[in-house]
């Protein structure tokens, strides 16, 4: 089959992507059954005239998207076809769903790296109920009272002057405040994003994002991330051959993978969007916290031609339990925006929105945020020594700058759902990486969060996670470890 | 054209039924063009072998779809097409956004009869400020952590308990506390509604719902609305057309009109729903506002085979401005749901819910809810006594039992949107009727609310508006005021 391949060179696609489409066309018409062993790369090379580099790049790409999968030493093979049906999709889900919920409240005594969201604990109630209270002696029933859909204009005010602390200039006329990130990202896909439409992704991502634009009917197409960001290679074919609606990305201490993208690459992209007209979701939840001294500037503040629509949530460093968060939009989209808000929920808490603006107002802003960096990077710092210590050594993790996750990949083969039941059964909860890619696929990918966990917590939780781990390549060097049928990511 | 038209008897589809989808069809393929004069009833009923009654009833059909008008004297013509765009429809629907935004806080000295968002001064602040530091104390940052998408589980549990009291018997485990009611359509559309299904509503019907329907591009049917209910004959018909993913109303001081559903309305539509394996949401918001002795019970009360999906919105009777409502959900349905409200905004505020379940608990609601019920039906027995007084006779209005709406039906040939204009001259604002119509035509009907007006400002409000009416119909009789072309709903 693969002899019927042509590459066509005077193309402005490049040839290794050509070769992809070819292939991939090829085994989604089941014209490659499973199994069947592709040509080794020097031979198809040769056959199609190409360097060696080009079928490398080809086989990688198919293999990131799990057509294809690799046996060390006998080569390459079409992977199994997926027959992962909707409703395994959504009961997968369902049970991502409550890794952010699986707070202490619920389980006693678990560690949990499971979840990113901050225990309570983290936050100070003092200024809260202080400045609560002030807000009801000031406003009385006005804090309860129908607010704007767009957002209480005094908040708006503040979160402008907010913004532009970090080099983001945003008028209050352009932020519209809404319940929460995940509201944020609901509301854009409402306004963008329509049956059979495309969105692009990083891969990994974050799940709720995945799962509305599912729930909008949209075609996801999954970019690979790297440790400095997107890789813009892939996007720019990927965007030679389709327009996106827009691209959904976290440049800064990104969810799950921590990464970051580096200057370079947040320019590259900025100026890639100017040539393809294309539009950027850039959801900021983490930025405040970096532990480096490495700038974690934002893609918007680089934004000169209203190519990026930014998202910041509020959840994990003001309270996690009040739903908060903004975006700056450009103006042209602003009212259909405004019209997916008031579809979603008519408006966001005015109580809440009233106590976020005295926080800035009063400066308590600026101290929590200084107290909650603290306290995380404390927390960081000893995941980090704690990996270094525990971890087998084939067990690879990058050292990102800030955040609160850490990312890490275990040796080919090592099902991360399995370990996570192995280690829970240690009483350590941890998120398998299957949930943050578009089509949940087996993965050698661990996430581990420090939101919920203290420094105590982080070093008894790695060593269990450690010894277990090494328990399995143990076994896996027994051979009682099978691999074999795995799609290799 | 019409000679085409053949009848089948012994089809099991209403001959009327019949005769006005074909001539629907007709109409919308452009085959009998706009102002075309169709034939007079006796006449098309002799050519078509049928009773009078059923032409009368097709041509009434589409009258009410405005696809034909009628001018006395003259006879029935097709009217002219519409040219409604999706961008004219958002542009309507922007206006009508701010109906409930036009608070006394924006626009000093006007009387607002166009909110039916209640004004904060109804709600006393002392024990909400109570419970609200008595949760704090109590719960400190868990007040503020992550909680359970399903919601708040003691809430719940008290809901639970509030419902029973109104002959529901829902257990916990299948309510679904939600930011609002309209978050609630929200949730439920994603659930229910793709692409192209259709869903039946009320015609009239809340405008934040029929909005929610078109972006999930949903085909909408109206079914009219009586002073007694839904039509049922109606409703059965277009079942046997077409099975809608579901039927959404609000059986009880509906909004816009204020209408209930007569207790054999409500059984013969449980009835119909176990027929026609119909679901049902239940929207109510306003039954607790009863000012008579006649029970305002809930559909749901009556529902045996899970046939309803309730929603209730606390926004009118405990705090506007925080979002809170809930739903009660067949279990077959309850994971999707779920889901659907993860995607939506992850769960709602904890705080509020704490502070809610201290309302039941510490019986605040009962007290509240009987002080507003007394605010709001001297406002409304005012708001009746004015409009019997000031308002020309031919003006038409039927009486609720309670809740905040009253229907003005005007005189044909007035368009509610003019009358708009020219009583915001006067300082009086009110909600056009257009708004609440999925293609929001030119109607005779406006809704007046008593949430946000004072006895005082009734009086003086329906006095500027009757004076200003009786103008109209002055300069009517001087026949200056032209109806001609306009379709008659």
């Known amino acids: 089959m693969l002899k019927d391949i042509q590459l066509d060179k005077s193309s ?102 499971a979840t990113a969201a901050p225990t309570p604990d983290l936050f100070p109630i003092a200024p809260f109920k202080k400045l609560l209270n002030k807000v009801l002696e000031r406003d009385r029933g006005y804090a309860f009272g129908y607010q704007k859909s767009q957002g209480y204009l005094p908040l708006r005010e503040s979160i402008s002057n907010y913004a532009n602390r970090y080099n983001i200039s945003a008028n209050p006329e352009e932020i519209q405040i809404v319940s929460g990130a995940q509201q944020g990202i609901d509301i854009l896909a409402k306004t963008f994003l329509d049956y059979g439409d495309t969105v692009f992704v990083e891969r990994p991502t974050y799940p709720g994002a995945i799962s509305v634009f599912k729930s909008r009917q949209a075609n996801i197409v999954e970019i690979p991330l790297k440790e400095d960001g997107i890789d813009i290679t892939y996007l720019e074919a990927k965007l030679k051959e389709i327009k996106p609606k827009f691209l959904y990305l976290m440049p800064n201490f990104q969810n799950p993978t921590g990464y970051s993208y580096s200057q370079t690459k947040k320019e590259k992209l900025i100026k890639l969007a100017d040539q393809h007209d294309l539009l950027i979701i850039e959801d900021d939840c983490l930025s405040d916290l970096n532990y480096s001294d490495q700038e974690s500037n934002a893609l918007k503040s680089l934004d000169k031609a209203d190519r990026v629509i930014y998202i910041k949530s509020f959840s994990k460093i003001f309270m996690p339990g009040l739903r908060l968060a903004f975006l700056i939009i450009p103006d042209c989209y602003f009212n259909d925006i405004l019209l997916s808000k008031y579809m979603s929920d008519i408006f966001t808490d ?6 976020l603006d005295l926080y800035f107002k009063e400066e308590v802003w600026e101290e929590q945020l200084i107290r909650l960096k603290e ?115």
Chains 1, 2 share one sequence.
């Open 350 to 355: 005015g109580l809440v929105q009233r106590v």
């Open 12 to 113: 402005s696609i490049y040839l290794y992507l050509q070769l992809y489409n070819q292939v991939r066309d090829l085994i989604k018409a089941g014209k490659l059954s499973p199994n069947t062993k592709l040509p080794p790369i020097r031979k198809l090379a040769k056959q199609l005239g190409v360097n060696n580099v080009t079928v490398v790049k080809g086989y990688d790409l198919l293999e990131e998207e799990e057509l294809i999968y690799k046996k060390v030493g006998r080569g390459t093979f079409v992977a199994p076809a997926k027959k992962i049906k909707i409703e395994a999709e959504a009961a997968d889900l369902d049970q991502q769903i409550y890794i952010d919920e699986d707070t202490k409240l619920d389980r006693a005594g678990e560690i949990n790296f």
């Open 375 to 489: 306290t995380y990077q404390v927390r960081y710092e000893s995941m980090i020594v704690a990996l270094r210590e525990y971890l087998p050594n084939q067990i690879e993790f990058a050292k990102p700058n800030g955040g609160l996750n850490i990312w890490l990949e275990l040796p080919r083969g090592i099902s991360a759902s399995k370990i996570k039941d192995k280690s829970l059964k240690k009483g350590v909860n941890i998120a398998p990486g299957a949930a943050f890619y578009s089509n949940q696929p087996q993965v050698n990918k661990i996430r581990l969060s420090i939101a919920a966990v203290n420094k105590q917590e982080i070093k008894e939780g790695v060593k269990r996670l450690g010894a277990l781990l090494q328990q399995k390549l143990n076994d896996k060097e027994d051979d009682t470890w099978d691999n074999s049928v795995l799609p290799l990511v």
